[in-house]
Structure formats: structure tokens, C-alpha cells
């Protein structure tokens, strides 16, 4: 900007205003600096403009990992949304570990971010590093994985109910002995998910069996290991609600290994909607989480509280419905499958 203005014998003021097109400049002088710019490339510098200005047109995106297809889905949601409305977006990742999320939030906070987009690592039991994206007054938006509480902004999917559409669902095929492998209960996600669970059964009159419910890290290896366990027990369980479907994927595998067969002898369902589900023999019932909408609906939030510029906002919370795809590894009695699905969408309806 100095080289521009030194050649133009203008001050930087000027050359600035001309680049931002402001009023003050008349059309002859921007022409010249527009024209200057173009010919010695010139780029501007984000990072100390918003510095100058105490914000970015940058928000800031805090995950747990980006891998499967949640994650990578939620934030291509953002990024179209963010996109949209002329901002970009920085994307952290906690690797599940509330250290590297605390360094993440302190990296978005140097950037000047506008606001912070945030879910939960699994390790993050204390919040305490909020308090001082609160304190500074920065728009923060938790989504999926959240800070419970009334004074929270946060995008969500009823995971209770998804829990509870599963859980129905296996009941309608026959099943009475559903266990249930559950993730870590400090995350909402999973707590949710355990409770619908929890109503499906008792509204059916159906007890609630303790030796029925395993907790897990979601991982498939330990939805290996908790089939194996549960498939030992004296009455073994006649379905599975997995809280995810790399834990359904790992107990699927399980059943198969040890000549049961799914659904007929097991019926499995599981939680997301991974890529992975639609391929596997048979293909996996699962509940899909409105991934990209969810992202879409955080950055409307968000850009809400930006509008508002510390103006009094109530903390709202959104809660997107979930959809139940029921597939082959469930599906024990098709008469039953149109009652199961009222509402929801149907995916694969009937084993071949």
C-alpha cells in the first residue's frame, strides 16, 4: 500500500479507502489505485486488517477428527453456508484430546476469528476454556456434541429419538431381548441416545436388563468385543442398537464370525449413516443425522449472534429430527417394515 501510494502521490488513507471502495473516493482516483494494484499484483493482508478491526470475516471450526462421514459432512455444510454469507472458514481438529482443543481455541482467538463453531472432544469433561471466548464477547455456537445448559447456542439432532425410532423399530421385527451398545455417557450424543433406548423399551413393557447395555468408545474393535460378551451371556440377545456404526460394524462382523445369522438369528442396527453401511452384507440399519443441514444451521446461528454485535440475544438451541434407514441386517418381518419406517425413510426394505 505505501508503494502504491508513493507512486500515486497519495496517502495511504487514500489508497486504502480506494481499495475498499469508500464513499469518500471519487471514481477517477479509484480507477487509478484499482488499476496500480492490478499491475504489481497487489494482495491484500486479511490478517492485519482484522486485526485493526478487532474481527475477520473468518470463522473458526473446532472438531473432534475429520474422517468418515459426519464430521467431513458437517463441515462442508459450514463451509457452503459460511461461503454464502462472504466469510471463510479455519477448521481445527482435537484429535479427542481437551488439550490440543484448548490450543485450538487459542489459535481461532489470535486469528481474530468473527465466531467459533465448536463440538466437544470426548476427553472435554471440564469447559472452563469457554469462559473466555464468552469473555470477550466472540459468538460461539456448539454443534452435535455440546456444553449442556440453558445459557448455550447450540444445533443438535434429537438423538433421544433416534434412539428411540431404532429401538422401535427392532420391537416391530419380533426382537425382546435389544441390547444396547452404548457410548461415553458424559457426551450428550450418547446419554440421548441411551435414554431413547431406554423409552422405546419402556413403553413397550418391556424391562430394562443392565447385562443388556455395554459402554463403549465406539470404536469397532470394542463393537467386536461386546458382541463376544454379550453372545456369551446364558440368554444371549436376539438384536443390537449400536450408538454408532463402526460399533455395529464390529459386532456385525462378531455374529458372522460365530455362524449367526443377521438378522435372522441377530438383528443390528446402528447410529450415522456411514458410507460404509450401505455396502456391508447385509447392509446396515442406521440413523441419519442431517449432516450438512446441521452445519448450515450452526453458521445461521452463528452469523446471528455476529449480526447482533453484543446486542442482548437468548441462547437458542436447535434440534434437527432424525431419519431412520432401515436396511437388510434388521428387517425379520417385511409385513412390519411400513409401520416401522411411518415418517421416516426407508432405505432397503426387504432382504433379497
Known amino acids: 500500500?505505501?508503494?502504491?501510494?508513493?507512486?500515486?502521490?497519495?496517502?495511504?488513507?487514500?489508497?486504502?479507502?480506494?481499495?475498499?471502495?469508500?464513499h469518500s473516493i471519487g471514481?477517477?482516483?479509484?480507477?487509478?489505485?484499482l488499476k496500480l494494484a492490478k499491475k504489481y499484483n497487489y494482495q491484500p493482508n486479511?490478517?492485519?486488517?482484522?486485526?485493526?478491526?478487532?474481527?475477520?470475516?473468518?470463522l473458526g471450526i473446532i472438531v473432534p477428527y475429520i474422517e468418515g462421514r459426519f464430521f467431513p459432512s458437517v463441515v462442508h455444510g459450514i463451509e457452503t453456508a459460511?461461503?454464502?454469507?462472504?466469510?471463510?472458514?479455519?477448521i481445527c481438529q482435537s484429535n479427542e484430546d481437551v488439550a490440543q482443543e484448548r490450543r485450538n481455541l487459542e489459535i481461532l482467538l489470535s486469528a481474530q476469528v468473527a465466531g467459533i463453531l465448536v463440538s466437544l472432544s470426548r476427553t472435554t469433561l471440564d469447559f472452563r476454556h469457554f469462559d473466555k471466548v464468552?469473555?470477550?464477547g466472540l459468538p460461539l455456537v456448539f454443534f452435535d456434541r455440546i456444553v449442556e445448559g440453558d445459557n448455550v447456542n447450540a444445533v443438535v439432532l434429537d438423538d433421544q429419538e433416534g434412539g428411540c425410532l431404532s429401538t422401535r423399530h427392532l420391537l416391530q421385527q419380533g426382537c425382546r431381548r435389544i441390547a444396547?451398545?452404548?457410548?461415553?455417557?458424559?457426551?450428550?450424543?450418547?446419554?440421548?441416545?441411551?435414554?431413547?433406548y431406554l423409552d422405546a423399551l419402556r413403553e413397550a413393557g418391556i424391562p430394562v436388563e443392565e447385562e443388556l447395555m455395554v459402554y463403549t468408545n465406539m470404536t469397532q474393535e470394542q463393537g467386536t468385543e461386546a458382541m463376544r460378551s454379550l453372545l456369551a451371556l446364558p440368554s444371549p440377545p436376539d438384536a443390537i442398537f449400536a450408538a454408532g456404526d463402526y460399533c455395529a460394524l464390529g459386532a456385525l462382523q462378531e455374529a458372522q464370525r460365530q455362524g449367526l445369522r443377521v438378522p435372522q438369528d441377530i438383528a443390528i442396527s446402528g447410529f450415522s449413516n456411514e458410507t460404509f453401511t450401505v455396502i456391508t452384507e447385509p447392509s446396515i440399519t442406521t440413523?441419519?443425522?442431517?449432516?450438512?443441514?446441521?452445519?448450515?444451521?450452526?453458521?445461521?446461528?452463528?452469523l446471528e449472534l455476529v449480526d447482533a454485535?453484543?446486542?442482548?440475544?437468548?441462547?437458542?438451541q436447535v434440534s434437527l429430527r432424525p431419519e431412520l434407514l432401515v436396511r437388510r441386517s434388521s428387517v425379520r418381518q417385511p409385513d412390519n417394515v411400513a409401520a416401522s419406517v411411518q415418517g421416516v425413510a426407508a432405505d432397503v426394505l426387504l432382504p433379497q
Do not use: W
Not at 46 to 58: D, E, F, M, P, W
Not at 82 to 90: D, F, L, P, R, T
Open 82 to 90: 459460511a461461503s454464502k454469507a462472504g466469510y471463510n472458514v479455519i
Open 134 to 136: 464468552r469473555s470477550r
Open 46 to 58: 486479511r490478517l492485519a486488517s482484522a486485526l485493526r478491526k478487532g474481527k475477520s470475516q473468518l
Open 287 to 302: 440413523i441419519d443425522q442431517r449432516c450438512e443441514e446441521m452445519g448450515q444451521a450452526a453458521v445461521r446461528l452463528l
Open 27 to 33: 471514481p477517477a482516483m479509484k480507477q487509478k489505485v
Open 309 to 316: 454485535d453484543g446486542n442482548p440475544f437468548a441462547p437458542r
Open 180 to 196: 444396547h451398545l452404548a457410548g461415553p455417557q458424559h457426551l450428550n450424543i450418547y446419554k440421548n441416545r441411551r435414554q431413547g
Open 1 to 22: 500500500m505505501a508503494d502504491l501510494a508513493r507512486e500515486l502521490g497519495v496517502s495511504m488513507t487514500t489508497i486504502s479507502r480506494a481499495l475498499s471502495d469508500h
